[in-house]
């Protein structure tokens, strides 16, 4: 049998290394099992801020607005934080710092995709042309009713929803709500809805011409 100078076998060596890292990846399992869940509620509105601490973080802005924090500069930087993808379906999408903020994303390489209600997307104020000149990609609907579903996933692992429109009148005015959690079952549920919304919405199976209104 080798053995090592001190007379330790090389298998009993192997076996200690063995359960060292069995134990190593218990303790991993156990440390991710007890990380506390990501669950934050935001509410508006929120008093006129300047949005500049949370889009361009370290850069000194001069405007005469408040530099303080926000539901809304919580939110941005939620936002921000995507790394690899965002899905955003959302009724609306005037607020110019909301739209900065996905914009931002896709000029850092994360994929964005935005779904997005048709009869709102050319509205007086909206940023969703401006997101389609920039390169991100815009599917609507093509039904009567609204599409006015609200809610954003970053990364597939964390999902923001709630009553809150992407309007300057929601941030500022409304009584609105953000609900913001990391819980998979909610996240698996709202990503099903992304994709089934944007395979319905793929503009290559509009169907212009429906038999009922063909003369």
Not at 38 to 48: A, G, T, Y
Not at 138 to 152: A, I
Not at 164 to 187: C, G, P, R
Request: aromatic share 8%; hydrophobic share 45%.
């Amino acid at each position: 049998m080798a053995v090592f100078a001190g007379g330790v076998p090389w298998r009993w060596l192997g076996l200690a290394g063995l359960v060292l890292t069995l134990s190593l990846e218990a303790v991993a399992r156990y440390v991710r099992g007890r990380r506390r869940p990501l669950c934050e509620v935001l509410f508006f509105p929120v008093p006129v801020t300047c949005p500049e601490p949370a889009l361009s973080p370290g850069l000194s802005c001069p405007c005469p607005l408040p530099h303080t924090d926000s539901a809304l500069s919580r939110l941005l930087r939620r936002i921000l934080a995507a790394q690899r993808s965002l899905e955003l379906c959302v009724f609306t999408v005037s607020c110019a710092p909301l739209a900065r903020a996905v914009l931002q994303l896709h000029l850092r390489g994360v994929r964005v995709r935005v779904i997005t209600d048709s009869d709102y997307m050319a509205a007086s104020g909206s940023q969703i042309g401006a997101l389609r000149s920039a390169g991100v990609i815009v599917r609507h609907n093509q039904t009567s009713g609204f599409m006015h579903h609200k809610f954003v996933i970053m990364d597939r692992t964390v999902v923001m929803t709630g009553s809150l429109n992407w309007t300057m009148q929601a941030i500022h005015t409304n009584k609105e709500n953000v609900l913001i959690s990391d819980d998979q079952t909610f996240v698996k549920a709202y990503l099903e809805e992304f994709e089934r919304l944007w395979e319905e919405y793929d503009p290559a199976t509009y169907d212009f011409f429906p038999d009922k209104d063909q003369k």
